[in-house]
């Protein structure tokens, strides 16, 4: 059974400009969560979505957006990098499907390591 | 609002001894709570998670986690540590918000494994 994939493994951007990042979800899987890791703010939130919709978004300014297809893969985008973006984006999936807590658990990517220079 | 706090930045033991990686959680309910292992350069990879059935929660690797709703903890132990353990390890809470479900990770626990 394939593990969550996510593409590329490594970027390099530069102030400005803008970036897309992908995950394919274990098969069967809708719900697919991002999530940005720094030295500096460990792991945070950035938005879960399930069958095509955003359920919850966590505490980032408009730059950072994404959105889910009808396969359920996923794809995060960031306009107007900044260098405090550079970090490592990863991807989870879970097979949960209500609304509730999660008790499933989630199935992380190996994620993109986005650096901005 | 749903947090967990880990008690230790870096922990360092010697192969073949306990190990005890310590993690508190504040909830209103019942809480889900999990943990992950990172290794360098790598994902996340669940351990264990505990979700309000047994107490005692067996993972991967020889690892488990007791639940201790007395003392709002949920601290990760192994009775003889290998050098492969050598990892970050992340305490993590599930919650319901917004219609959605959202992991909070704590800042994490380096594990340094020495001969």
Redesign the interface.
């Known amino acids: 059974k394939a593990g969550?994939t996510q593409t590329p493994r490594y970027l390099i951007k530069t102030r400005g400009q803008q970036v897309t990042l992908s995950c394919s979800p274990i098969s069967g899987h809708r719900?697919v969560?991002w999530?940005q890791q720094t030295p500096g703010q460990?792991?945070?939130?950035l938005f879960?979505y399930?069958s095509e919709t955003?359920?919850?978004?966590?505490n980032f300014p408009g730059r950072f957006s994404g959105r889910q297809f009808s396969n359920s893969r996923s794809e995060m985008n960031v306009s107007t990098l900044e260098l405090g973006d550079s970090a490592l984006y990863?991807c989870?999936s879970?097979i949960?499907t209500g609304?509730?807590?999660?008790?499933?658990?989630?199935?992380?990517?190996?994620?993109t390591r986005l650096t901005v220079v | 609002a749903q947090s967990v706090t880990q008690l230790d930045s870096h922990v360092s033991v010697s192969e073949g001894t306990p190990v005890l990686l310590r993690c508190n959680y504040s909830s209103s309910y019942s809480?889900?709570l999990?943990w992950?292992v990172q290794h360098p350069n790598?994902?996340?990879?669940?351990l264990l998670?505990y979700?309000s059935a047994a107490t005692l929660v067996k993972g991967i690797n020889g690892f488990e986690a007791e639940f201790k709703k007395s003392e709002t903890s949920f601290h990760l132990t192994k009775p003889s540590a290998h050098m492969s353990d050598a990892a970050e390890y992340?305490c993590v809470v599930?919650?319901?918000?917004?219609?959605?479900?959202?992991?909070?990770?704590g800042?994490?626990t380096q594990l340094k494994v020495e001969l």
């Open positions: 969550v719900s969560s999530y460990g792991l945070q939130f879960e399930f955003q359920r919850n978004k966590g990863l989870a879970s949960q609304t509730g807590v999660s008790n499933y658990g989630y199935t992380f990517g190996s994620g | 809480p889900s999990f992950y790598k994902g996340l990879q669940l998670k979700t992340f599930s919650s319901s918000t917004g219609g959605g479900n959202k992991l909070t990770f800042t994490g």
